[in-house]
């Protein structure tokens, strides 16, 4: 299974800090290349140093599209690899409702970020009114991703997303059905309101992990999993 965090806007320098040394005192060796954690750009500095000589994976949250430029306050992908990233997260419903993140740009930003040696963890999912057409949001969304390799997809029904609400089972298993058959190759993996009390419910053969938000936060509910420990 691979945990991947999003800490969202969230964590201060010396709350990241003590999370990032707690971590690696729970975590063994072999088990750390399972954990992606995704953070603000302004702590990569402090992810370099914490993580350099560990296996624990982490990455940004977004990306410009192009690499350099007279883009004032945009984050170079190019710049985000040499840091150390690894993953970054495209088209997170957050961005794409609250910072206008339009299809073509998020397909701009998975190109750059796999022309970066980089792994694009793309976000997918409906919002409530769309719940009927859900297959057809799935697909559109993933229009021009299928060459795209690699890829992670996150099915993450906006209406899940910090609610506390989840999908059933069914429903989980036929949003990853139409991932898998649009990109046969993608990792796939659930997001909206994973915590450890639900997370053993939504366990299924088709997911290859989860994306978490707030649980992500804490050291102990980002480690859904003691066994996995
Ligand atoms: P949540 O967030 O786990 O807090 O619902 C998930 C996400 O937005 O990636």
């Avoid at 170079?76 to 961005?95: D, T």
């Amino acid at each position: 299974m691979i945990y991947v965090g999003n800490w969202k806007m969230n964590q201060s320098f010396e709350e990241a800090q003590k999370f990032l040394q707690s971590l690696k005192q729970q975590v063994p060796e072999e088990k750390q290349k399972s954990y992606i954690i995704l953070v603000p750009t302004m702590l990569f500095g402090l992810m370099r140093d914490e993580l350099s000589g560990t296996n624990f994976n982490w990455g940004g949250q977004n990306c410009f599209y192009k690499n350099e430029g007279p883009y004032t306050g945009e984050n170079s992908p190019q710049l985000m690899y040499e840091m150390g990233a690894r993953y970054v997260l495209v088209g997170h419903s957050e961005r794409r409702l609250l910072f206008g993140e339009t299809h073509e740009m998020i397909l701009e930003k998975a190109h750059i970020i796999v022309q970066n040696k980089m792994t694009p963890i793309l976000c997918v999912g409906e919002s409530l009114e769309q719940r009927s057409q859900f297959q057809n949001v799935l697909k559109s969304q993933l229009t021009g991703f299928s060459n795209l390799s690699p890829l992670m997809v996150a099915y993450e029904p906006v209406w899940a997303v910090g609610s506390g609400k989840i999908p059933n089972n069914l429903q989980i298993q036929s949003a990853l059905s139409v991932i898998k058959e649009v990109i046969p190759h993608s990792t796939v993996l659930y997001g909206g309101s994973v915590n450890g009390q639900v997370f053993r419910t939504l366990l299924c053969k088709e997911l290859d992990g989860f994306l978490i938000g707030k649980a992500s936060l804490k050291v102990d509910s980002f480690i859904l999993d003691e066994n996995a420990v």
